[in-house]
């Protein structure tokens, strides 16, 4: 097991942990999670050694195989497939003392060398990089390609390769679903399940977590807090600990209230001294509990559009494209206002060329694409993010888009984003691909746009703005299309889905969870059928998500309900935490609570009953088909 103890970090200036420790078991999955800046990559550092504690100790087996994502793949005029052979060393290391074995002629040392290689799974190591590769998107000739002709993203995918490669008892992924789209999510949660050895993972992909994970370690206050379960267990978990954490502040500011009235009044009477400086020193040893800080610090919202003509947008008959080579055929397609789409496909199927086509960007090879009267677009993609002014300030970047608002309004505009204070008059080039994020997507709320088009808006940001950016999303008024691989914010932000596949841009009837299960069963098929048999496979599995729609509609409507009445009853039991409440004064106001609290807690379990008797009939439906 690992086993940090009193530990103290600090990185540069910047203390990150305090007297922070955590007890991590061999076997465990566990979520590492925490805003921007609060240490986890440093964490992960300090156990693989790279940083030293300030004081404290952390203990970990000495004999441990430790593999992770490296930044640094080496020899980038390699072919791919040998980088990811290199992030498994004993075979890396019986290869070479087969070579110079039999360089030697040695025929003693020969068979040693073959038997050495075959314990280290030598003969089928070939076998199993390509393995990851093919998983991690990369086809057969891809994988004999120079690495040096992968963009960054595709490197990044190299780098996961490898840290799976590697047999290791110790496993560290720092973001490793960034740059990966939705197919590749499912591919990699499947494999890290199987995964045998300690699994510590970095990441702001929810679901990802939820699918992956059994533990979360948090760092808050510059400590470790530890939660059993994946993510949405922290979060309600967390809740409930923070909601007990602002009752018990609260009553211990009103009992220093009381203990400094009392020293104050009777610290100069002899026949009271004694009682005020007991109380005196009661309080210089009363620890402190921290009110609650839990608040996301980013809100905002979507200005709203002008009213836009209808349609607002239409593809007809197009083909979208490069120079002669056409990604996508005969697509014709219409938008209206409030359309809320989701684009999926796998990575190179031609969800960025649909959506740079709708932006105006990129132009048809063939076929019409129209606009609406008065229609603004706004468009957000990762290059956008290396297009910002680099010397200039937030607030400048807004000055431009919007010149006649105050300088007030607009920082509160920014505050939203998180530029507060100087941050907000700082110049862009500093910032990280977080912030630079949050700036692009300041701009385009700012612009009030009557459709809005994001691809993968969430790359890079923390699990706080991800939460804003879905609730933002939530209340826009306009049209949306969205392409992201966080499975959250699709299903809490859009309505319905296209499909990019195959040359074609088709409706979905289904739902994120048809859908990745559908990935699942593909990935764990033998060999591909005859297309004729593909085709008629595709048929059955639309037709079966046609009917099974309405069920999974009733299910889903259940469970936003109890969604929001479980809000309520949480909202009305942080009001009991309020020890005001328990005064005579506010009984009137109790009993109402208590009183709403009952009927909603009936409301809830009537409704939870009804939302298992819609699961399980639409599992059966689902087992039938």
């Not at 498994?88 to 070579?99: E, I, T």
């Not at 809000?567 to 009183?595: F, N, S």
Request: proline letters at 4%; aromatic letters at 6%.
């Amino acid at each position: 097991m690992i086993q940090l103890t009193d530990v103290s970090l600090r990185r540069g200036t910047a203390l990150l942990l305090e007297h922070a420790g955590a007890t991590l078991f061999h076997g465990h999955r566990i979520g590492l999670i925490g805003a921007n800046g609060s240490g986890k990559s440093s964490l992960l550092a300090l156990l693989r050694g790279e940083l030293s504690a300030d004081t404290g100790e952390v203990a970990m087996p000495a004999d441990w195989r430790i593999a992770h994502m490296e930044q640094d793949l080496g020899d980038l005029d390699r072919p791919a497939l040998e980088l990811v052979l290199d992030g498994d060393p004993r075979f890396r290391a019986a290869q070479r003392d087969v070579q110079r074995a039999e360089s030697r002629g040695d025929g003693a040392a020969i068979a040693r060398a073959h038997e050495d290689y075959r314990q280290t799974d030598g003969y089928s190591a070939a076998a199993r990089a390509a393995r990851l590769l093919s998983g991690l998107g990369f086809g057969a000739a891809d994988q004999q390609r120079p690495a040096v002709e992968f963009s960054g993203g595709w490197r990044v995918r190299l780098g996961l390769a490898r840290a799976l490669m590697c047999p290791s008892d110790l496993l560290m992924l720092d973001e490793p679903t960034n740059h990966l789209d939705l197919e590749t999510v499912v591919w990699l949660e499947h494999w890290l399940r199987g995964y045998r050895g300690t699994l510590l993972v970095i990441s702001h992909d929810r679901d990802f977590l939820d699918a992956v994970i059994g533990e979360v370690l948090h760092i808050e206050g510059r400590r470790l807090h530890h939660y059993r379960g994946g993510y949405s267990d922290f979060e309600r978990q967390r809740a409930a600990r923070l909601a007990e954490q602002q009752a018990a502040h609260e009553q211990q500011r009103q009992t220093i209230a009381r203990m400094e009235q009392f020293i104050d009044r009777f610290r100069a009477k002899a026949t009271k001294a004694r009682a005020a400086q007991s109380r005196l020193k009661a309080l210089e040893r009363m620890r402190l509990v921290a009110p609650v800080q839990a608040a996301n610090p980013f809100r905002f919202e979507f200005r709203e559009p002008e009213p836009p003509g209808n349609p607002l947008l239409t593809l007809d008959d197009a083909a979208l494209g490069y120079g002669d080579d056409a990604v996508l055929e005969a697509v014709s397609l219409q938008l209206a206002p409030g359309d809320r789409i989701g684009l999926l496909g796998a990575n190179g199927a031609g969800k960025s060329t649909l959506i740079r086509t709708l932006a105006g960007s990129l132009a048809p090879l063939r076929g019409e694409r129209s606009t609406g009267n008065r229609l603004q677009i706004g468009y957000f993609a990762q290059h956008q993010l290396e297009q910002l002014d680099p010397d200039a300030s937030p607030l400048t970047h807004l000055q431009r888009l919007d010149p006649t608002a105050a300088e007030q309004q607009l920082r509160d505009f920014l505050g939203g984003f998180g530029f507060t204070g100087d941050r907000a008059t700082a110049p862009v080039a500093p910032l990280s691909g977080g912030e630079k994020a949050r700036l692009v997507l300041a701009l385009l709320a700012r612009r009030a746009p009557g459709l809005l088009l994001l691809d993968e808006p969430t790359n890079h940001l923390d699990l706080d703005m991800r939460a804003a950016l879905a609730l933002a999303l939530q209340d826009y008024a306009g049209a949306l299309v969205v392409v992201s691989h966080d499975r959250h914010l699709l299903a809490t932000t859009v309505d319905s889905y296209w499909l990019v596949a195959d040359g074609r841009v088709t409706p979905f009837a289904g739902d994120l969870e048809d859908y990745r299960r559908g990935l699942e069963s593909q990935q764990q098929e033998a060999p591909c059928a005859p297309s004729a048999g593909r085709r008629e496979q595709r048929r059955r599995e639309a037709q079966r998500r046609t009917e099974l729609r309405p069920l999974r509609d009733r299910a889903a409507r259940l469970a936003a309900e109890l969604d929001r009445l479980g809000g309520e009853l949480t909202d009305i039991e942080t009001q009991l935490a309020d020890p005001e409440l328990y005064t005579p004064e506010a009984r009137p106001q109790l009993q109402e609570l208590l009183r709403r609290q009952g009927a909603l807690r009936q409301r809830c379990e009537n409704l939870e009953s009804d939302w298992v008797d819609a699961e399980e009939a639409l599992e059966a439906a689902r087992t039938q088909a």
